[in-house]
T-cell receptor, first 113, second 113 residues
Framework: EAQVTQNPRYLITVTGKKLTVTCSQN?????MSWYRQDPGLGLRQIYY???????DKGDVPEGYKVSRKEKRNFPLILESPSPNQTSLYFC????????????FGPGTRLTVL | KQEVTQIPAALSVPEGENLVLNCSFT??????LQWFRQDPGKGLTSLLL?????REQTSGRLNASLDKSSGRSTLYIAASQPGDSATYLC????????????FGQGTELSVKP
């Protein structure tokens, strides 16, 4: 089944403890991106990647890192999480350069205490 | 700056009714517009994608239209069912913004049996 998967689905952590949220797609998509969803603010893009080793900032990149060493994986790294990063995170992927239909993962609900 | 607005914010209808959800955007320079469904605490499911050169797309009981010049899209749901209850999000994919989707705040639909 063609899909985008994320792990973990739920995570409660404490301020300053480094964490990684993984994202993987099995559709051979070049384009991948991360969004966060917050009440009243909607969905906002954090980072995106056009292909392996090509990443760029979205609208809200502060406090996040990404890497794209393999085509199928695009992990989101929080080096020192803070409570304002408590949110629902989504990974998405698309064929080509992002100007096509985008498919989203199931989401990761992160709580930073 | 591209802005996306969805009206109404919430809608409650009896089962069987036909309904229209509205989406407007401020800049017509887009690759495409995508409609999503989001169930509470869940991921985004892609419903329909309309390319900028298209006027409408249909999938089952769903029909989406696009009028790029006026900055409007509608999602028509025929013969609504309780299982259609969810939040519906529209997102535009602006030209030359690296595949970043700009989302509306969504319409929360409740279909009563």
């Amino acid at each position: 089944e063609a899909q985008v998967t994320q792990n973990p689905r739920y995570l409660i952590t404490v301020t300053g403890k480094k964490l990684t949220v993984t994202c993987s797609q099995n559709m051979n998509h070049e384009y991948m991106s991360w969004y966060r969803q917050d009440p009243g603010l909607g969905l906002r893009q954090i980072y995106y990647s056009m292909n392996v080793e090509v990443t760029d900032k979205g609208d809200v990149p502060e406090g996040y890192k990404v890497s794209r060493k393999e085509k199928r994986n695009f992990p989101l790294i929080l080096e020192s999480p803070s409570p304002n990063q408590t949110s629902l995170y989504f990974c998405a992927s698309s064929i080509g350069n992002g100007a096509n239909e985008q498919f989203f993962g199931p989401g990761t609900r992160l709580t930073v205490l | 700056k591209q802005e996306v607005t969805q009206i109404p914010a919430a809608l409650s209808v009896p089962e069987g009714e036909n309904l229209v959800l509205n989406c407007s955007f401020t800049d017509s320079a887009i690759y495409n517009l995508q409609w999503f469904r989001q169930d509470p605490g869940k991921g985004l499911t892609s419903l329909l994608l309309i390319q900028s050169s298209q006027r409408e797309q249909t999938s089952g009981r769903l029909n989406a239209s696009l009028d790029k010049s006026s900055g409007r899209s509608t999602l028509y749901i025929a013969a609504s069912q309780p299982g259609d209850s969810a939040t519906y999000l529209c997102a535009v994919n602006p030209n030359n913004q690296g595949g970043k989707l700009i989302f509306g705040q969504g319409t929360e639909l409740s279909v009563k049996p």
